[in-house]
């Protein structure tokens, strides 16, 4: 089985689902170092506290001995320091990432950056995309897994992937929300499996 390496950019809910599902003895995918958001968004808590899938994601990479780097300022996500010391691997994967991917950080995959946003492109980029997407009364919710460029939320579309919104009139706008992204958690895992098919024509079981 061909495997291919992989530095991850992974992080929140969505994160730990492509590692745990991805990252296993038996898969093709080799992680070659993973970085994830350490703290909150000022914009959500000024005193910026570690968000709450951190330590998951430090027991996961200490047990198995991944390079494991955190970013959570601006100029930490321009140096990406530690990514150049793990060359060469052939993907970037990018899942629930908190800042735009510098130029010369998109150019170090040998065959793609893929980011996975859970909104449709080009209609719901950047904040609250299933938000966005119900206020206007969709009946499905896209994955949008797409070639990352220099631009939040852009890029060569590879995979969409289609859940159903079934809105809950019983329920709040906020709360459909917050049952929908923890219904889309699965998905991420094969929308980037099926996305590096698509790109390397290998078969992926």
């Known amino acids: 089985m061909k ?7 992974l992080s929140r809910e969505a994160g730990l689902s492509v590692l745990n599902s991805l990252f296993t003895p038996e898969s093709p995918f080799e992680m070659a170092c993973l970085f994830t ?8 808590d000024p005193s910026r506290p570690d968000r709450p899938e951190y330590a998951a994601y430090a027991k996961i990479a200490a047990e198995n001995g991944y390079p494991f780097y ?47 946003h859970r909104g449709k492109l080009p209609d719901y980029p950047l904040a609250a995309p299933v938000v966005q997407a119900l206020k206007n009364g969709d009946d499905t ?20 992937t289609a ?3 079934n809105f809950d009139d019983s329920q709040s706008l906020e709360a459909n929300a917050e049952r929908i992204k923890r219904e889309l958690l699965p998905l991420y895992p094969q929308a980037l499996v099926e ?7 290998e078969i992926i079981e």
Not at 195 to 201: D, E, I
């Open 3 to 9: 495997k291919f390496r992989v530095a991850c950019l």
């Open 37 to 44: 958001n350490k703290r909150e968004p000022s914009s959500k």
């Open 70 to 116: 955190t970013v959570d300022t601006y100029s930490e996500a321009k140096a990406m320091a530690g990514m150049r010391e793990r060359l060469p691997f052939d993907f970037i994967f990018s899942v629930s990432w908190a800042f735009l991917v510098p130029p010369d950080v998109l150019a170090l995959p040998t065959i793609a950056p893929i980011n996975q």
């Open 141 to 160: 919710i896209i994955l949008s897994t797409h070639r990352m460029n220099e631009v939040y939320d852009e890029g060569e579309m590879l995979i969409e």
């Open 163 to 165: 859940h159903p919104a």
């Open 195 to 201: 996305a590096v098919q698509k790109l390397t024509g």
